[in-house]
């Protein structure tokens, strides 16, 4: 059974534009959420994380909100680049060492 | 030194072989874990360890043995594997305890394939 979910397998945005991906959870009792890049034949890459205590982290261009009544999560990137052309995987923690990851969304942003 | 390394980057095996997945950072940090993934599904968890012991086992088979000799090297012992155990498998490190950031550094990762 899957707790974290990304619906959507695949984006496509125009460069210079929002690029929003959306993630949905299932179990409550996560300490915090996390985004990660990941580029073919590399290792997942942090990107921004946000505490279940808070509804919005920012950084730089790339914004995480957070909605817990929905249990849902969305990562806003604002203005897209080419060079964010990657599959993008939402993560939750319980426990701080139980990392639960969703199926991944990739997200292409056209020149 | 921010990296995860792991060895080897690819590797094919026979079902009755013996082989082992190795994985170093420098980073100081006390939590390792091994993460198995096939095509198009996400990152699953298989161990964690917190200060060179093993904290989780996510029910993984036997045939999987991790290992942690020191607080930068974790290892994964693979016997007798079946076909359908080939995935790429990604080591990670984080710091132990509640972590600020809630960051996995992970490494490039190990393509197993076995025949």
């Known amino acids: 059974d899957q707790q974290v979910k990304q619906n959507s397998p695949s984006l496509s945005v125009q460069e210079g534009r929002i690029s929003i991906l959306n993630c949905d959870y299932t179990n409550s009792m996560f300490d915090y959420f996390l985004w990660y890049k990941k580029y073919p034949a590399e290792g997942p890459t942090f990107l921004i994380s946000?505490?279940?205590?808070?509804d919005k982290n920012e950084d730089g261009r790339f914004t995480v909100f957070l909605n817990k009544s929905a249990k849902h999560l969305s990562l806003h990137i604002v203005p897209s680049q080419p060079g964010d052309s990657a599959v993008y995987f939402c993560?939750?923690?319980?426990?701080?060492?139980?990392?639960?990851f969703g199926s991944g969304t990739k997200l292409n942003v056209k020149p | 030194d921010t990296e995860v390394t792991q060895t080897p980057k690819h590797l094919v095996m026979g079902m009755t072989n013996k082989k082992s997945l190795k994985c170093e950072q420098h980073?100081?940090?006390?939590?390792m874990y091994w993460y198995k993934q096939k095509a198009k599904k996400p990152p699953e968890l298989m161990f964690v360890?917190?200060?060179?012991?093993?904290?989780i086992n996510e029910s993984v088979p036997s045939r999987f043995s991790p290992e942690c000799p020191n607080s930068s090297l974790l290892n994964l012992h693979l016997h007798a594997l079946q076909p359908e155990d080939s995935a790429l498998y990604l080591c990670?490190?984080?710091?132990?305890?509640?972590?600020?950031?809630?960051?996995?550094?992970f490494g490039e990762g190990s393509r197993l394939t076995v025949l």
């Open positions: 993560a939750a923690v319980r426990n701080f060492n139980k990392f639960y």
């Open positions: 980073m100081g940090h006390r939590a």
């Open positions: 360890y917190s200060y060179e012991k093993l904290s």
């Open positions: 990670a490190s984080s710091q132990a305890g509640a972590n600020p950031t809630g960051e996995l550094f």
């Open positions: 946000i505490s279940s205590i808070k």
